[in-house]
């Protein structure tokens, strides 16, 4: 890969969690690895009070925890340093927008560069509105420059509440900036794995042609997580788990493994078909809210032989809360691949295992040839890609085993990333802060297939707040989530994959 082009990355927010705990590690790790010119500058715009070496003295300590390269050599950090600076600013105040102008001509004119500009929103939402409008004011977009250089802005989630108000944020990006501009970022997209799963259907005349409701008897989605809120309470119960991973990081998943091909690999033939493949997911009428979504909450329980507190005992939770923690969902897409084929998704918090990964389930054969001889139930074959950790890909099927007697038992053929390759693969975010900084949009969300995902979500907590408040705590902390979630399933003669 080449180096990149000589720019400016401004942080809004740079002292919180994001920034030290996600986008440095990851702008150090490319800057290790020689993606940086010499006219490569990073500024922190935020309230908290630093000087440029007090700022990066914050940012040294945390790569030391955050970063895959640590331990972090001082003289490399020192050179890296050089590149990182700070303005102490408010977000609705004109003079600070005034100031990061001032910083941006000052840098284009020393080192002759174009004012090519990344704004990174790493702040609380409530303040997405004063820095577009702060950026707007004091003309800091790429027209303002007459084509001298580009300017982008990076978003990060929650992109918005609800359909309404993910809308209405919309609008007042676009309002300034144009979609070309826009890098709403799911780093569940900048995984090599969930990038894997288009490679391997998609370059694969084994896998393909399998593909569909003709072959295929249902799909589970599944982002399993041990943690608990992570000391984000206060985000979390006003979001949920179906803001928090459905409307972005599983509908994302949901559409990589059912898209169509596109006739290009690019960014905008990709998301041209996500958008179709969206918009054919079926709405949940109320009715079908009741009947194919399952909301949990946690109890007390072991994890890792620890005992750990339920939801509502956790700092800074409401102990009244009705927030739900575990989120399963069947959904069907129709379109003329998948019709029939249901999706089963779910996700929670404070489960008994930290996995995330796609099971795809394959029809049983239409004629057991081996039930006369008295071998019955041959487990249906599957292909297991997981996501995180063990990142890799297992087909199963049946294999008969060795002996005199006929006997058939389920084998498995398994792909491992780690040791097909021998390399750790990237970040999500390097991955991604690489693809905005050369102007690739394939790995992020665009307008309409956020918006798509939020009329679905939106639809279902809508359906919610219709029906009787559930009755929480309903899952222990430490098991595989509400038993509602194993009906939901169960029901339709199938199991989640709980191996
Ligand atoms: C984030 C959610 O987007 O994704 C967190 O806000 C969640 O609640 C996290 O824990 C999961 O990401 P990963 O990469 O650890 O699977």
């Not at 977000?91 to 001509?105: H, T, V």
């Not at 577009?132 to 303002?144: P, Q, R, T, V, W």
């Not at 292909?383 to 498995?412: D, M, R, W, Y």
Request: proline share 5%.
């Amino acid at each position: 890969m080449a180096e990149l082009n000589p720019s400016i990355m401004v942080i809004f927010g740079a002292s919180g969690d994001l920034t030290h705990i996600k986008i440095f590690p990851a702008l150090y790790s490319l800057w290790e690895d020689d993606f940086f010119p010499d006219n490569f500058f990073i500024v922190g715009f935020a309230r908290t009070k630093f000087d440029d070496d007090a700022f990066r003295k914050t940012i040294f300590d945390s790569l030391n925890v955050n970063c895959r390269k640590k331990p972090i050599d001082e003289d490399e950090f020192f050179n890296f340093s050089k590149h990182i600076f700070y303005l102490t600013s408010k977000y609705d105040d004109d003079s600070s927008y005034q100031k990061l102008g001032g910083f941006i001509e000052s840098k284009a004119k020393e080192y002759n560069m174009p004012k090519n500009v990344v704004y990174y929103l790493s702040t609380p939402p409530s303040v997405y509105i004063n820095v577009i409008d702060g950026i707007n004011k004091a003309k800091l977009m790429s027209y303002e420059y007459k084509g001298d250089g580009f300017s982008k802005i990076v978003i990060e989630k929650p992109f918005g509440y609800d359909y309404e108000s993910a809308k209405n944020l919309n609008g007042k990006i676009l309002s300034v900036f144009k979609e070309e501009e826009v890098y709403r970022i799911d780093h569940y997209l900048g995984k090599e794995t969930v990038q894997n799963i288009l490679a391997f259907r998609f370059s694969n005349a084994i896998f393909e042609p399998i593909w569909s409701n003709k072959y295929i008897d249902h799909i589970q989605i599944s982002a399993l997580e041990s943690l608990g809120t992570g000391g984000r309470a206060g985000y979390f119960d006003k979001a949920g788990i179906i803001r928090d991973m459905m409307q972005n990081h599983m509908m994302q998943l949901l559409s990589l493994v059912a898209v169509e091909p596109p006739p290009l690999f690019d960014a905008d033939d990709l998301r041209n078909e996500k958008v179709k493949l969206l918009k054919s997911v079926r709405p949940l009428s109320l009715n079908d809210v009741k009947k194919y979504t399952v909301r949990g909450q946690y109890d007390r329980g072991v994890i890792g032989n620890k005992q750990v507190l339920s939801y509502k005992e956790e700092e800074g939770v409401p102990p009244d809360t009705l927030t739900e923690t575990y989120v399963a969902l069947k959904l069907f897409i129709d379109n003329y691949r998948w019709a029939g084929v249901p999706f089963y998704l779910r996700s929670g918090k404070r489960l008994k295992m930290h996995r995330t990964e796609i099971a795809i389930y394959f029809k049983k054969m239409p004629y057991s040839l081996f039930a006369k001889v008295g071998i019955e139930n041959i487990k249906q074959n599957s292909i297991i890609i997981t996501i995180q950790p063990n990142e890799g890909i297992a087909i199963n099927f049946g294999a008969k085993t060795p002996g005199f007697k006929l006997n058939i038992e389920p084998v498995n053929m398994v792909f491992n990333y780690k040791s097909s390759f021998k390399l750790s693969p990237p970040d999500a975010y390097e991955r991604l802060l690489y693809d905005i900084i050369i102007g690739d949009q394939t790995l992020f969300a665009r307008y309409d297939d956020m918006l798509i995902a939020w009329q679905l979500i939106t639809s279902i907590i809508k359906g919610w707040s219709k029906l009787e408040p559930p009755v929480f705590p309903n899952y222990e902390a430490g098991s595989w989530g509400p038993k509602e979630a194993d009906d939901l399933i169960n029901a339709d003669g199938r199991f989640w994959n709980n191996n």
